[in-house]
């Protein structure tokens, strides 16, 4: 028996079974349980139609392959070979398709995500280096449809960023950037140096799953909330109105066992209410993560990967500006178009990214 079609019992009748529960009105009532298995009925609706596809092409096979044997006519012959070698060339792809929905998914992936750049090494050149980092992320949304909104900003004295954090909503936003996370090193003349050396700079990159409510237990009633007013651009109001927000929570960290005050700012818009509804999202964010580091090092112990590590004080990117070349060395991938990706054009590297660990997966899954 095929093996492949072995692994695929029973889950027809797991997802009529989920179909029934999420109409449940006391599982919808429990939203964290609706929201996971509404997530496990779309991925088993995906499998299931790659499943038909495959199951289909194997039958027309068959079929083909008895007419064959049984017809005479020289025309239909042919067909039916030109049918069995179309059909036979395309099933190693459709099983590598099931075999990696057959893997379970990162429950993260399909957060959306807070984006945080911070220039590293390298003083103001560092700072416009994640300036430059975040234009590209920017203009990368862009072409995914991808909301982008930034919840603070500190800039360099020359310019960019000493840090950026922004928030990124949209569709498998974490799935798709979380190869990002790492430290980014940058080699190019400054535009403050005088003798054309070639200077080496860093910013890192941390992509955070942004938490749901019910991911995490705040007591709101312990928060602490200071208002000031922002600064910056902006209409004839935005100096004269308290709506910029300060938030002050004390919280044990899970690792350590210590308490510590967490300091969250939101100046994102002129409705201090909507900036309160922020800093809350940056605080439960900054919690998750926090307590979710433990499983992330697990997966990444156990799977070995050079693809996502969890360790965010990897080098993983080289940008060489002389050269123009990019090299991404968890991979050894090199390309020469330095403008275009530090313009959006990254989709080509994170396909081979999302190849490698796939690949990765597979052989750790033994499917």
């Not at 029934?20 to 349980?33: F, G, K, M, W």
């Not at 996971?36 to 038909?52: G, I």
């Not at 027309?60 to 025309?75: G, K, V």
């Not at 005050?261 to 926090?290: G, M, S, V, W």
């Amino acid at each position: 028996m095929n093996t492949l079609l072995s692994r695929l019992e029973g889950i027809d009748a797991r997802f009529e079974e989920i179909g029934t529960l999420i109409t449940d009105p006391s599982v919808i009532a429990d939203q964290q349980r609706y929201v996971k298995l509404a997530k496990e009925y779309r991925h088993l609706e995906r499998l299931l139609a790659s499943a038909r596809s495959y199951r289909r092409a194997l039958t027309d096979i068959d079929q083909a392959r008895q007419l064959l044997e049984s017809e005479d006519d020289a025309e239909l012959r042919a067909m039916a070979r030109e049918e069995v070698d179309t059909l036979a060339a395309a099933l190693p792809r459709m099983e590598e398709e099931i075999k990696l929905l057959l893997i379970p998914e990162d429950p993260e992936d399909s957060k959306n995500v807070v984006l945080e750049i911070r220039g590293g090494t390298g003083g103001d050149e560092a700072a416009l280096f994640a300036g430059d980092l975040a234009r590209m992320y920017t203009r990368y949304c862009e072409t995914k449809g991808w909301n982008v909104q930034v919840s603070s900003a500190s800039e360099g004295a020359a310019g960019g960023y000493k840090e950026i954090i922004m928030s990124v909503t949209g569709d498998n936003v974490y799935g798709t950037l979380k190869y990002e996370s790492g430290v980014h090193r940058v080699q190019r003349v400054p535009a403050t140096e005088t003798q054309g050396r070639v200077h080496t700079s860093a910013a890192s990159v941390a992509v955070l799953p942004e938490a749901e409510p019910f991911d995490v237990q705040i007591n709101e009633g312990e928060i602490k909330w200071d208002t000031f007013r922002s600064s910056g651009a902006g209409g004839q109001n935005v100096n004269k109105v308290n709506s910029g927000v300060r938030l002050r929570y004390m919280w044990v960290n899970p690792v350590t066992g210590e308490q510590q005050e967490i300091l969250i700012e939101c100046t994102e818009t002129r409705d201090q209410p909507k900036n309160k509804e922020r800093a809350l999202a940056r605080l439960r964010t900054f919690i998750y993560d926090h307590e979710h580091q433990k499983y992330v090092d697990d997966i990444a112990s156990r799977r070995r990967t050079l693809v996502s590590t969890g360790d965010r004080s990897a080098k993983i990117r080289t940008y060489n500006y002389p050269q123009g070349r990019i090299t991404d060395h968890r991979i050894g991938y090199t390309i020469y178009n330095l403008p275009a990706f530090m313009d959006g054009d990254i989709q080509d590297c994170i396909d081979h990214l999302i190849v490698a660990e796939n690949a990765e997966k597979l052989k750790a899954a033994e499917i």
